[in-house]
Each structure stands twice: as C-alpha cells, then as structure tokens.
C-alpha cells in the first residue's frame, strides 16, 4: 500500500471539512442538483472521450494509487546479479530452474535460458516494456481529462443558477442563497480537480516510470548475464540507473 497516498488524500478531505465546521453548516455545502450535474457531467464526457474497453480498467488504476508501491529497483539489481553469478559458476541454462518471483525477470530469464539471441530477448522484452507504459500512460491521461472536465462542468452549473437567479430578481432575500447554490457547482468541480484526479494522475505517472525503469534495469542486465559479463561489471552498468545514494560503495563491489 502506497501511505503517502492514503495520508494525502485524508488529509484533503480533513483540511476541507475544517474548514467548512468553522464556517457554519456543512448542509449549507449540499446541493443535490450540483452534484448531479457535475458528476454526471465528468462521467459522460469521459465516456464520450473513451472506449468502453478503455473505462472498464479505470477503477482498477485508480486503485492502483492506493495499493500499490514503489518497484525496489535495488533489490531488483541484487536479484539479477546473483543470477549472474549461478550463470557464471554453472550455465545460462541452469537459470530456468531457479525460482524468480518478478514475472517480467522470469519471462526475462526464461528466454534467456532457452538460449534465444540477445537481439530476439531485447526485441521481445522492449515490446513488453512500451505495452507497459501505453497501459499507464492512458489510464493517466483519462484522469486528466477528468480533471479537466471537473471545473469545466462547475462552471457550466454556476452559469445555469446564475441564470436562474437573474430570472427572480424581483425578491432579493433569494438572491443571496441563490449564489450560494450555483457557486457549489464551482466548488465542486475544484474538488474533483485537485483532490480525486490530478493528484492520481501524477502518482501514477510515477508508478510507471519507476516500473519502466526496473524493466529496463531487467533487460540490460539478462543480456549482461548471456553475453558472459562479469557479476560486478553487469552491477556497476546497472546501477547507473540509481541515484547516486543508492549505489553500492566503491568498496562493497570488490569481489
């Protein structure tokens, strides 16, 4: 479970009903016909914009937000260099029966014990990785779009109330609640915006790229293991995907 998700978002809502309990009421902030419309509206030019294929996998992105959690790309690094080093004391093909739990570096693996050429693995696996980030990347970019529908839906209910108002000037004790009503639409649509969309969104961009990038990690270090390379030369080309921090000292690396 990813907590800085969760704690994020409690911490949203906590802050906005704050703020309504000093203010007053909280049902002065419900309005039935507001939340009709801008959550009917963002859910109907979301269908419009995408495929029904496309809509049934968002729930489980969304949730993805909140259940998953960063890939440990070192931990990746020490897996695949201890296969390196059974390659190298017996053979590449004794990697297929070592378990791996990682299903891209078991595909990885496997391929690279059934002695298919380098240039065959990195093409089959490339392809997994773009597959990937194209799944993602869509998921990311329907809540965008989300996002933007949001406030665009908000504003278009402040328009209808303040329509609606202008209509019965004639009383002006109504004028004031009227108000109060269509600019909910506005608020609702900010809500959406910032605290159930664009934050997720973002996060799951993170997602994928971390999970690209220890893919990545993958591929060039089984083609290190098949072309033979040293345990600690297939390391130090791997963790130049590392931040700095994270790579192992000069002095750990002697063998």
Do not use: C
């Amino acid at each position: 479970m990813d907590i800085a998700s969760v704690v994020g978002i409690v911490l949203a809502n906590a802050a906005m009903l704050w703020a309504i309990a000093l203010g007053g009421s909280f049902a002065i902030f419900i309005d039935i016909p507001s939340v009709v419309l801008v959550i009917g509206g963002v859910i109907a030019a979301t269908m419009i914009k995408w495929t029904m294929g496309d809509l049934k996998s968002l729930v489980t992105v969304y949730l993805k937000v909140f259940f998953n959690s960063m890939p440990n790309s070192k931990n990746t690094i020490d897996e695949i260099i201890k296969l390196g080093e059974i390659a190298r004391r017996e053979s590449v093909f004794a990697l297929e029966k070592v378990p791996v739990e990682d299903k891209f570096l078991k595909k990885a693996v496997t391929l690279a014990a059934d002695n298919r050429p380098p240039e065959i693995i990195e093409s089959i696996l490339s392809l997994e990785i773009s597959a990937l980030e194209d799944r993602h990347g869509k998921g990311a970019e329907i809540l965008e779009g989300m996002a933007g529908d949001g406030p665009a839906f908000g504003m278009i209910g402040t328009l209808i109330g303040l329509v609606q108002m202008l209509q019965n000037m004639s009383d002006p004790s109504s004028i004031g609640p009227a108000m109060a009503v269509a600019l909910l639409t506005t608020l609702y649509g900010a809500v959406i915006m910032t605290v159930f969309t664009n934050p997720m969104a973002a996060k799951l961009k993170q997602f994928s790229k971390a999970e690209s990038t220890k893919m990545n990690i993958i591929v060039a270090g089984v083609l290190g293991i098949v072309a033979g390379e040293n345990p600690r030369t297939i390391r130090e080309k791997l963790e130049s995907f590392l931040a700095p921090k994270d790579r192992t000292p000069a002095d750990d690396k002697k063998e």
